[in-house]
């Protein structure tokens, strides 16, 4: 071998040496930016692995994204209520078997719903949407439920007693209707036409009546419970008959002045007059875990537990409340029925009983406040279920001060 090749193999053999230093250099000194690298002296972070969504994770975002074609949320169609809902509809004459009157008693149309949802009409053999207001979805056309109005028909139906609560809510103005319910009088070709007669400028809590009363009351029998209660119930809370007051639910209560006949606004055709969009609850007095085990399927009980946001135990037919009249705790020329707060009884209406100068007087609202100061784990059961669990509201203080002045 000559000197020369010999050079040659020698700055070869330099020139591989250099590069691997350069590499070697590179992966101590540049490691951080290398995706589970190390640095000399320091433990070495494992390289994260990608996350895998389980099954149900998959479908649970696939359902937030998609929409749920079998149930039809008004606001999320903003359209006049005359362009799904014709006045009146054609079967209002068979629905009421009785006293029946012009109404909306049925389902919007196919082509109310076609000119945007097409797709989902015919999505499939069995397709969602369908659903909304038939039985079953099947290309033979299935029964349809009943429609919503009249209430009474809705929910006895299978779906009335497990549908939520309404996308409406009712603007009844009480300030303009307590002192006139009453006869609807209109003069008439010259004639007087009286379209319902009730008592003359009832007042008060005779006005309060002819709307409200009491519901499913026990009234004499023995059976005081909605549902029966464990044998050993003891002083735990259990849902009794007679704890709420109905509010009118039908057409019929309003129809019977603003008619066609009578001409007094709002028309029936004046949907949106009354029909609001439901404000979400706010937090109410009510504990779903507390009421399962009773197992009331009686909807028209169940919404108006659902709603309480004052007393979730306060008994309306309870002997002593019953004697009160309705004024006592409500300030009804100043609900509206849209504004929660506005319907909120102050817990100064019951300082007649319950709030007293000293808890040796008897007043049941000292005791548990007085329990809650000694012992920050009690629960004021008597009068609340999930309210009574929250620290004392000031509210409640100032009244026994007040109590005790």
Aim: glycine share 4%; net charge positive; with cysteine.
């Amino acid at each position: 071998m000559t000197r020369l090749h010999l050079k040659r193999i020698n700055k070869i053999r330099a020139a591989t040496v250099g590069i691997f230093l350069c590499f070697l250099a590179g992966g101590i000194f540049y490691s951080p930016v290398v995706p589970g690298g190390f640095v000399a002296g320091a433990q070495r972070k494992p390289t994260p692995r990608p996350r895998v969504r389980t099954q149900t994770q998959r479908r649970t975002a696939t359902q937030r994204r998609v929409p749920r074609y079998s149930q039809f949320p008004h606001n999320k169609h903003s359209m006049n209520c005359a362009a799904c809902h014709k006045f009146p509809s054609a079967n209002w004459k068979t629905v009421r078997k009785t006293d029946a009157f012009p109404d909306i008693t049925e389902y919007p149309r196919h082509e109310s719903c076609l000119s945007c949802h097409r797709q989902q009409f015919f999505k499939g053999a069995r397709p969602a949407i369908c659903t909304i207001c038939h039985t079953a979805s099947t290309p033979k056309g299935a029964p349809r439920h009943p429609f919503a109005n009249p209430r009474e028909i809705f929910d006895q139906s299978a779906k009335g007693k497990t549908a939520a609560a309404s996308d409406f809510q009712i603007a009844f103005p009480h300030d303009k209707h307590i002192e006139i319910v009453s006869q609807t009088e209109k003069t008439l070709n010259g004639t007087l036409f009286v379209n319902a007669r009730f008592k003359r400028a009832a007042q008060g809590s005779e006005s309060c009546a002819i709307c409200h009363q009491t519901y499913q009351p026990q009234g004499a029998s023995e059976d005081e419970y909605f549902t029966k209660p464990p044998a050993k119930l003891g002083d735990a809370f259990w849902l009794k008959k007679g704890t709420f007051k109905t509010s009118p639910m039908s057409h019929a209560s309003c129809f019977t002045c603003h008619s066609a006949d009578t001409g007094i606004l709002p028309a029936p055709t004046d949907c949106a007059t009354c029909h609001k969009p439901a404000a979400p609850l706010t937090k109410t007095d009510f504990d779903a875990q507390l009421a399962a085990p009773m197992k009331i399927d009686d909807r028209i009980a169940l919404l108006a537990w659902r709603k309480r946001d004052s007393s979730a135990t306060f008994r309306h037919e309870f002997s002593s409340h019953a004697d009160l009249d309705c004024t006592t705790c409500h300030n009804a020329a100043a609900m509206n029925t849209t504004d929660a707060l506005s319907k909120k009884v102050p817990v100064t209406s019951c300082n007649m009983c319950h709030i007293t100068a000293t808890t040796d007087d008897g007043g049941i609202l000292n005791f548990e406040v007085e329990a809650r100061q000694k012992d920050a784990k009690f629960q004021c059961v008597k009068c609340h279920i999930a309210f009574g669990k929250l620290p004392v509201p000031e509210s409640h203080i100032k009244a026994i001060t007040a109590a005790a002045q």
